[in-house]
């Protein structure tokens, strides 16, 4: 057996055959297909965990995939950080001064790709970090795709005007849910995020090796704990995190662990990690702990040792740590936006709350009643099996590309023999 069929095999065997059988079946009209992804990060945050498994099972399935990353000063990354939170709905202030820098990272890492991106047959490009490198690639000849992976509902307009500019040049764009698309002259593709079953992050632990993490960290093991896994971010609200347990702590004994790293391409952690830890001192049982990116087993272990999983996020392009929390049988209490609304059912997987009084009231009510909590989480793992595994999400891509390169956006014939077209009969953007 080869290593690509034992690796679908694999999969199948936890999300079954018929997801691996799509993915096959899409994948076959794609073969040889040379794809390349560009983010801004290699660690930290959702897009650069999903890449990690998507682009291996990409390339099993027969395709050329390749994974690039854009580089820039630590200027670049503060004035992408801003964008990020104008996209998300916050006013920011962003300079002429700002905007020329970005556009200038934007070029140069368009002439340091060039080759690569302008030979690719499907370039897809992650979040506006990378978003202008189409500008300055003018004899590309593939498709371009942009992925926003982030909550785009209410953007501060001016930011998005900017962003727009290019993004009509794109063949197509992605969302996480329908409410993030805006008004396009292209088609626009719902394909929410995953996780990867087997990644370090997910695979299952020896309850042993947890029991040794959790030591490790100075927690007992043996008291309940309720964990939020997240970048130190102010749109993670970890502060609201902390009312929260300090509310429930009154009536009920647990453990808080507040744990997060940062990423390459967000600037402003530290300062937020300063503030939590402030925050924290000298209150008893509530932890705060940095870490480093490749931490993926210790998440893993308290993600897995934790009564409840608390993302109190007040905006959220999906909340991936939701899904893993999930994918372990846990309860998730998470802020009721944007993707976590698709995946914490209320009163099912897990609860909404708009508050740190209604975070409390819920952590009371799961950590006294187990039942309820082993009845969620039971259903909460089998609701990300059949809608956010890795495997949906690789099927979802191969579908848009065979869509973009067919020209239909909302029928696929896959059983008439019909070959896919690359590169684009009509190279560049779509008609206005
Ligand atoms: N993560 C991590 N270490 C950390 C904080 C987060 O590995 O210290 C991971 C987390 O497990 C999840 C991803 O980073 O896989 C965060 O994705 P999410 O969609 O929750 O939020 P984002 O950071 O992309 O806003």
């Known amino acids: 057996m080869s290593g690509n069929q034992g690796l679908l095999e694999r999969y199948a065997r936890v999300a079954g055959a018929e997801a691996v059988a799509q993915m096959q079946q899409l994948a076959e009209k794609l073969r040889g297909a040379r794809v390349v992804h560009v983010n801004s990060t290699a660690y930290g945050g959702g897009v650069a965990e999903i890449l990690h498994s998507m682009v291996p099972l990409m390339k099993a399935l027969g395709l050329e995939v390749s994974w690039e990353v854009i580089q820039g000063p630590p200027e670049f990354f503060e004035v992408t950080k801003k964008?990020?939170?104008?996209?998300?709905?916050?006013?920011?202030?962003?300079?002429?001064?700002?905007?020329?820098?970005?556009?200038?990272?934007?070029?140069?890492?368009?002439?340091?790709?060039?080759?690569?991106?302008?030979?690719?047959?499907?370039?897809?490009?992650?979040?506006?970090?990378?978003?202008?490198?189409?500008?300055?690639?003018?004899?590309?000849?593939?498709?371009?795709?942009?992925?926003?992976?982030?909550?785009?509902?209410?953007?501060?307009?001016?930011?998005?005007?900017?962003?727009?500019?290019?993004?009509?040049?794109?063949?197509?764009?992605?969302?996480?849910?329908?409410e993030f698309?805006?008004?396009?002259?292209h088609p626009q593709y719902i394909i929410p995020p995953s996780i990867d079953p087997f990644s370090e992050k997910n695979r299952e632990l020896a309850p042993e090796e947890v029991f040794r993490i959790l030591k490790d960290l100075g927690l007992d093991p043996s008291r309940r704990l309720v964990v939020q896994i997240s970048r130190f971010d102010p749109f993670k609200d970890p502060l609201g995190v902390m009312r929260a347990a300090e509310l429930a702590q009154k009536f009920i004994s647990f453990q808080l662990v507040l744990a997060g790293g940062g990423a390459a391409d967000d600037p402003e952690g530290e300062r937020v990690y300063q503030e939590v830890v402030r925050a924290a001192r000298g209150k008893k049982d509530i932890y705060v702990f940095k870490l480093p990116p490749e931490a993926h087993r210790v998440v893993n272990a308290l993600q897995r040792a934790a009564d409840i999983v608390l993302q109190k996020s007040l905006r959220e392009g999906f909340g991936l740590t939701v899904t893993e929390a999930m994918w372990k049988g846990k309860p998730v209490i998470g802020g009721a936006t944007g993707g976590i609304r698709t995946q914490v059912v209320n009163h099912h997987t897990g609860f909404l709350v708009n508050t740190p009084e209604g975070a409390a009231l819920r952590i009371r009510y799961l950590l006294f009643y187990e039942e309820k909590r082993r009845e969620m989480g039971l259903k909460a793992r089998?609701?990300?099996?059949?809608?956010?595994?890795?495997?949906?999400?690789?099927r979802d891509y191969l579908a848009l590309m065979l869509s973009v390169c067919m020209g239909s956006p909302d029928r696929l014939e896959l059983e008439t023999g019909e070959a896919c077209v690359w590169p684009p009969v009509e190279p560049g953007p779509p008609p206005l």
């Open 83 to 178: 964008f990020h939170h104008a996209l998300q709905g916050r006013r920011v202030d962003l300079t002429e001064d700002h905007l020329r820098l970005y556009q200038e990272v934007n070029q140069k890492e368009a002439e340091r790709l060039a080759d690569k991106l302008s030979e690719a047959d499907f370039v897809i490009i992650h979040d506006p970090q990378p978003a202008y490198l189409i500008r300055y690639l003018p004899k590309r000849r593939g498709y371009w795709i942009w992925r926003c992976h982030i909550d785009l509902s209410r953007p501060f307009y001016p930011v998005w005007r900017f962003l727009e500019k290019v993004i009509v040049q794109y063949h197509a764009s992605i969302y996480s849910m329908p």
């Open 181 to 185: 698309s805006q008004p396009l002259p």
């Open 382 to 394: 089998e609701f990300v099996r059949q809608n956010f595994l890795i495997t949906r999400h690789v």
